[in-house]
């Protein structure tokens, strides 16, 4: 039986859908993960409120990393000007598709263009990962050490930066993480964990060389 993956939270509060509603977007984000990445909406989103520092026109509608990476910086340049900032975690989890970043993003917008609080934000804890996903699934479906650093690492993050070290040691917390879950459920039940399970792995990356990407999608969503 497989289990398709399944991101943190894919609601948004009904305010907060009310008030997208009300900003007469070119598109509503049907799916936030995937349509706040870019940049693009959430600039429409602001030019709503300030249409001289964030015009539409110079916003690309791409969703290569490339394009991202130009809407993003355009976009902190402008909120700079206006005094207003974005948490740098969740803009990244957003450039990235991380669960439950974009989620956070558009209700941090909405805060500060609107001054209202949301009753049932979480908490202040960022943690993009599937983590509480893999939580729902029964024990022997749950991801290995190498699924998780897959689910957890994003292509577009590695390419974004190549380095190798840095990457390894994202790949390493990842890992860490990982065994510490594995270290619980065997804690909490021994009979259903195989002796054999990890306790140490070292991870390691092969250089590679990034070029520009040449096309106009790098992920599928």
């Not at 070292?202 to 790098?218: A, C, D, G």
């Amino acid at each position: 039986m497989s289990y398709a993956q399944s991101p943190k939270k894919t609601g948004l509060p009904r305010e907060v859908v009310k008030w997208l509603q009300s900003l007469d977007l070119s598109f509503y984000p049907k799916n936030v993960r995937r349509d706040l990445s870019s940049g693009y909406l959430v600039a429409e989103i602001f030019s709503r409120y300030y249409p001289q520092d964030f015009p539409e026109h110079s916003y690309d509608k791409g969703t290569s990393l490339s394009a991202k990476q130009k809407n993003w910086s355009r976009l902190e340049q402008a909120l700079q000007k206006q005094n207003l900032h974005l948490l740098k975690e969740v803009v990244d989890g957003t450039i990235h598709c991380k669960p439950g970043a974009a989620e956070l993003l558009v209700q941090e917008v909405y805060t500060i263009l609107t001054n209202r609080s949301i009753m049932d934000i979480e908490g202040p804890e960022l943690d993009f990962t599937d983590q509480e996903y893999q939580e729902l699934l029964p024990t022997v479906a749950r991801s290995t050490a190498s699924k998780a650093i897959k689910n957890n690492l994003r292509i577009t993050e590695i390419m974004a930066k190549p380095d190798i070290s840095t990457n390894q040691r994202r790949a390493e917390v990842i890992l860490h993480r990982h065994l510490e879950h594995k270290a619980a459920e065997r804690a909490l039940n021994p009979e259903l964990c195989s002796s054999s399970t990890w306790s140490g792995a070292v991870v390691s990356f092969k250089e590679i060389k990034v070029r520009q990407p040449v096309r106009r999608s790098l992920v599928n969503y």
